[in-house]
């Protein structure tokens, strides 16, 4: 079976504080250290396991700047056979849609043959949880998000989804199809650093909107970030003081406050 | 090539000695004796051991074996061939990958490497300042908040004590001791590229490490030629002899000095801690049964902060703080981050941490000196 | 001003709070507020959300008594052609996620999901929604002449829904056959393993909790919070917790929405496998107990006292 894994590399800013540009709309990202985003990760072993278990071809694509195929050489150490690249320094702005068209082009224009996308189910850093279905949509192929489990037949596939509360759905799906992965479906491998050095010399292909045949008019964000501002929070931990019964109260708000209740 | 060529396997005449001197071999199922034998009719059997991840590197049995093989390096080809595979434990994983993307670990931001010296002014040689030496801090001491008294004991001592040192600040990465001994090489020497591009162009003449593990890697793997290494105790005993401590507080108390594997049984550094220690007035220095050579390992080394296999029962931690509590000490002293707290979580799980306490050596030098560590 | 219509979220029978949260919302917002439920057993179920909207759109549709994207996108874009609400409202559920950015594809409209706030400014509409695991807020616009918003959960207080004038349209529309994506049941999740990676919620000991005895209170306020229990590596050594509940580095790495850390003094290694959580609650007798440096709340104090006391709280509220 052959897949198409779509890749994002992300900033990991888990203990970082994080500082808005001068543009007032996206994160200073000097110095952060960049990882693949943790759901893609999930979807990329899913794919190599199925090409382990059925043969095929597994795709890697990514939107991004040259220093973003160290997720695609990832994907190739991994055992992906062709990885592709879009960036065209005219798309001021992108958002889901966007990068979902210039995703289902690349797939177009080179004609991938695919019987599955996976995507992950968001991107931990905007994580809007659009670009799968709507690359489905744009490729007229039905999808199901949040995928706890795969299984595949000849032309169908069974997939176990998760909803609230612990609970998932059964669904069965004809392919080719999209599906999103969610974290937890497998225990994704280790990838060393002598196996990405031995990739270091595979050819990434890359495309912008000529390649594409797209002109900057037609690819047009629906969406807009206006700004970024920091939530108001205090320092280090605010430490609830008061009788027991005050302490209760305060931390029953704060569940509140949390959705936790 | 084969492990059985690489490791003369042949050559094992099953004595045993390996076996008998392992500090986990009564606690886990790791049998290195039988993996030097198995190992002779294929890999793919002994790859499936859990217990290869057992092992702590201690290096035991390679000192002790007697046609000079070396099992414990058979150990870490094993996990390096795992590694290859990508099958390896999910906590290594996050090690490695959080060593890679971070520089360390733990998986800690490396803006935040340099936290540990707030408020004690120190050289950056990365920010165009010399010095003599470099004080090598290493991972834990770094970020963890318990193991920070530690590497700012050492500055501050340092300080005192006027030498003229600087610090690599957030580019110091992981030193690799721990992540060669995981089985990640191609890892290990990315590492070792970036530190030593790092030491070579400050132009120091010396360093000193916190951690055992620390010293090990850049004294032994590093290749820093023209370049001492010093582990602290080492470079602080100089110090005393100097007469560059001046103490003020007498230490009234029973002490046992617990060697750490990386630095008594590897690279043969037994004296300078306890000279340290006796140089202190009124400490009163014992010994365990097991120390020097026979030291009990901590459990600590060999990437065992971050994978357990297949342990069950009482650790050798907790059988240490036990000893330490029959010879009646009020402290137990060390020299390694790593033995620092194993043995404190130990006292913690023993319920005897109202009655013990672990202190790093550099910890009661700095007591002894009336020195504030505290930020 | 534009007209707000919410997308009903049902299942099994029941309206998910969701549907009330977006309702209360678009009451603010607007004097109309239509809502659309598509199912097919609705007589129940239409009499809770009708009451709260002016007008409720019912879509019966024989065999579609649970949730299926495909119909749902059929039938909401020729009902979106048709009627032009200026947004359109659903949940940021399992639901919404996998309808709303499609059925936006179909209407060639802006979707912008997960948000915590919306409005209208100047013809266009804006929302709040987080980024970067919460670290920062993002205001993001749409200017198409209809929006999609998924409305994450918790972000409105249902209490004090207006009753509006309720009344009643059914409305059918043809359907095209969707083979090609079958509901076939749901499935509760397995009670037999607990993967604590995978919680929301984490109620976590520590050697504070001073005895195998006292675990069960822990569990309870787990129970109670809708999370699962976990610990720390010297509750597993002493056997009153087994190994796959262990949070640190020998352990696993978690990150929930909310983590609780009862008596965990925030030993290094353990910090290392939950300082992902985006709300960290700690309760420790030590107040320099590190897991304070970590922790976005802190109670310095007894656990054994802490818990009780916020367990009648909670069962009080319940009432």
């Known amino acids: 079976m052959n897949v198409i894994v779509c890749l994002k590399r992300v900033p990991d800013v888990a203990e970082i504080d994080l500082q808005v540009d001068a543009s007032g709309k996206s994160i200073k990202t000097e110095g952060l250290p960049y990882v693949l985003n943790d759901w893609d990760n999930y979807a990329l072993e899913e794919a190599i396991r199925i090409k382990e278990k059925t043969g095929g071809k597994v795709y890697a694509l990514t939107v991004g700047k040259e220093v973003d195929e160290e997720v695609l050489r990832r994907a190739l150490a991994l055992g992906a056979d062709e990885a592709f690249r879009v960036w065209d320094p005219s798309v001021s702005e992108m958002d889901p849609y966007v990068i979902a068209l210039l995703l289902s082009r690349t797939i177009k224009e080179n004609e991938i043959p695919f019987d599955l996308i996976l995507t992950g189910v968001q991107a931990q850093d905007d994580g809007y949880a659009q670009v799968g279905p709507i690359l489905a949509e744009l490729l007229s192929i039905p999808h199901v998000t949040l995928v706890t489990r795969l299984e595949l037949y000849e032309k169908k596939a069974r997939v176990k989804r998760e909803l609230e509360g612990g609970l998932e759905e059964e669904l069965e799906v004809e392919l080719p199809a999209l599906f999103t992965i969610q974290s937890g479906i497998n225990e994704p491998r280790y990838v060393s650093i002598l196996g990405i050095k031995r990739v270091a010399k595979k050819e990434i292909r890359v495309f912008d909107l000529g390649a594409l045949k797209l002109d900057p008019g037609e690819v047009l964000p629906k969406i807009k970030v206006e700004e970024l501002f920091p939530p108001p929070v205090g320092e280090g931990a605010e430490i609830l003081k008061g009788s027991l019964d005050e302490i209760s109260e305060k931390l029953l708000e704060i569940f509140e406050k949390g959705g936790v209740i | ?375 | 001003m534009g007209k707000v219509m919410v997308l009903v979220e049902h299942r099994r029978g029941e309206i998910r709070e969701i549907t009330y949260e977006m309702l209360k919302k678009a009451q603010q917002l607007d004097e109309e507020v239509e809502a659309v439920l598509i199912g097919e057993n609705l007589s129940e179920l239409k009499e809770k959300v009708r009451p709260y909207c002016s007008k409720l759109l019912t879509v019966k549709v024989e065999g579609l008594s649970e949730f299926n994207s495909e119909p749902y996108q059929q039938i909401l874009s020729q009902l979106l052609t048709q009627r032009k609400p200026k947004i359109l409202l659903m949940g940021h559920s399992a639901q919404g996620m996998d309808l709303a950015p499609s059925l936006g594809v179909a209407l060639g409209c802006g979707v912008i999901t997960d948000v915590v706030d919306f409005g209208f400014q100047n013809g266009e509409v804006w929302a709040t929604r987080q980024v970067y695991g919460g670290k920062l807020s993002a205001k993001v616009k749409a200017s198409s002449e209809t929006v999609i918003l998924t409305v994450r959960s918790g972000s409105f207080d249902p209490q004090g829904l207006l009753a509006f004038k309720g009344e009643e349209e059914e409305v059918t529309f043809p359907l095209v056959p969707f083979p090609y994506k079958k509901f076939l049941g749901f499935l509760e999740a397995p009670k037999a393993e607990v993967d604590i990676t995978q919680a929301d919620i984490i109620v976590s000991v520590g050697r504070g909790i001073g005895g195998p005895e006292n675990i069960p209170l822990a569990e309870e306020l787990a129970k109670a919070l809708g999370g699962v229990l976990a610990c720390s590596r010297p509750v597993v050594d002493k056997g009153w917790l087994p190994k796959d509940r262990q949070v640190g580095t020998s352990g696993k790495t978690v990150k929930p929405k909310v983590y609780i850390a009862l008596g965990i003094s925030g030993a290094f290694q353990h910090v290392a496998g939950m300082k992902g959580a985006q709300m960290i609650i700690a309760v420790n007798k030590d107040p320099k107990a590190p897991i304070f440096n970590v922790a976005h709340y802190g109670i310095v104090g007894d656990v054994l006292q802490v818990i009780p006391n916020l367990l009648n709280k909670l069962k009080e509220r319940k009432k």
């Open chain 2, 1 to 375: 090539m084969q492990l059985v060529q690489r490791f003369e396997l042949y050559a094992c005449l099953q004595c045993g000695k390996c076996t008998g001197g392992c500090p986990v071999s009564l606690r886990t199922d790791l049998n290195i004796r039988r993996i030097m034998r198995e190992l002779i009719f294929g890999e793919e059997e002994v790859l499936k051991k859990e217990a290869i991840w057992d092992c702590t590197t201690c290096k035991t049995c390679t000192l002790r074996c007697p046609r000079g093989l070396e099992p414990s390096e058979v150990i870490v080809a094993l996990r390096a061939i795992l590694v290859e595979r990508g099958r390896v434990p999910k906590t290594v994983i996050d090690a490695l990958e959080a060593t890679y993307i971070h520089g360390n670990p733990w998986g800690r931001a490396r803006q935040k490497r340099t936290d540990w010296a707030d408020g004690i002014k120190v050289k950056d040689l990365t920010k165009g300042e010399e010095s003599e030496g470099l004080y090598f801090v290493g991972c834990a001491p770094s970020y963890d908040p318990r193991l920070q008294r530690v590497s700012r004991s050492i500055a501050l001592i340092m300080k005192l004590a006027g030498v003229d040192f600087g610090i690599l600040g957030t580019s110091e990465s992981c030193c690799g001791n721990e992540i060669k001994r995981l089985g990640e090489e191609g890892l290990f020497e990315e590492l070792r590229e970036q530190n030593k591009e790092k030491i070579l162009s400050s132009g120091v003449k010396w360093v000193v490490t916190t951690s055992p593990h620390c010293l090990n890697a850049l004294k032994n793997e590093y290749g820093l030629e023209g370049i001492r290494v010093y582990h602290y105790t080492e470079f602080f005993l100089e110090l005393l002899k100097q007469g560059r401590f001046p103490f003020k507080n007498p230490l009234a108390q029973k002490v046992v000095y617990h060697d750490p594997c990386f630095l008594g049984k590897q690279n043969n550094i037994y004296d300078p801690p306890r000279d340290l220690l006796r140089g202190i007035p009124e400490l009163k220095l014992l010994e365990f049964s097991r120390s020097r050579e026979i030291s009990l390992c901590c459990e600590g080394g060999g990437g065992r902060m971050w994978v357990e296999g297949t342990g069950r029962g009482t650790r050798n931690s907790e059988i240490r703080v036990k000893d330490a509590e029959a010879l009646g000490v009020d402290i137990i002293a060390t020299a390694c981050p790593f033995c620092l707290l194993t043995l404190e979580d130990a006292l913690k799980t023993m319920g005897l941490d109202e009655k013990l306490q672990v202190k790093d050596i550099a910890e009661l030098l700095t007591e002894a000196l009336g020195l504030e560590v505290e930020r």
